[in-house]
C-alpha cells in the first residue's frame, strides 16, 4: 500500500510537500499519479510522473505544483506552491497499473488512504 505524508492546514499563498512511499515496490518503475477530492466534488487528477521522469499537470495545478520522484528514497513529492482555498482536499498517490501515465484515476491500480491539504483564506 502507498503512503502519503505531508499534508495539513496552510493559509492561502503558502506551500506544502506532500510525499508518497512504498516500501515493498520501486516506485520509479511505475507511472505515480496524485489525485485529490474535495468534498461533495469528484475525484480529480493533479499531476502524474513517468518512469522516465517526463510530467503531467491539470490546468488548475500548472505553474504551482510540482511532482518528482527521488529514486534513492523510493519516493514520489507533490510541492505545492501559492496554495489557494480551492486546493483544499483529500490528496492520494497511485500507482498506474499499464502503460502511459495519462490522469485517468480508472488507470491506477494501487491508492493511498490519502492525506488531509486545508487551505484558509
Known amino acids: 500500500q502507498l503512503l502519503e505524508s505531508g499534508g495539513g492546514s496552510v493559509q492561502a499563498g503558502g506551500s506544502l510537500r506532500l510525499s508518497c512511499t512504498r516500501s515493498t515496490v520501486t516506485l520509479s518503475n511505475y507511472c505515480m499519479g496524485w489525485f485529490r477530492q474535495a468534498p461533495g466534488k469528484e475525484r480529480e487528477g493533479v499531476a502524474s510522473?513517468?518512469?522516465?521522469?517526463?510530467?503531467i499537470y491539470e490546468d488548475p495545478v500548472k505553474g504551482r505544483f510540482t511532482i518528482s520522484q527521488d529514486t534513492a528514497e523510493n519516493t514520489v513529492y507533490l510541492q505545492m506552491n501559492s496554495l489557494k482555498p480551492e486546493d483544499t482536499a483529500m490528496y492520494y498517490c497511485?500507482?498506474?497499473?499499464?502503460?502511459?501515465?495519462?490522469?485517468?484515476?480508472?488507470?491506477?491500480?494501487?491508492w493511498g488512504q490519502g492525506i488531509q491539504v486545508t487551505v484558509s483564506s
Open positions: 497511485a500507482a498506474h497499473s499499464g502503460w502511459g501515465c495519462d490522469l485517468d484515476s480508472d488507470d491506477f491500480g494501487s
Open positions: 510522473i513517468d518512469f522516465d521522469g517526463s510530467t
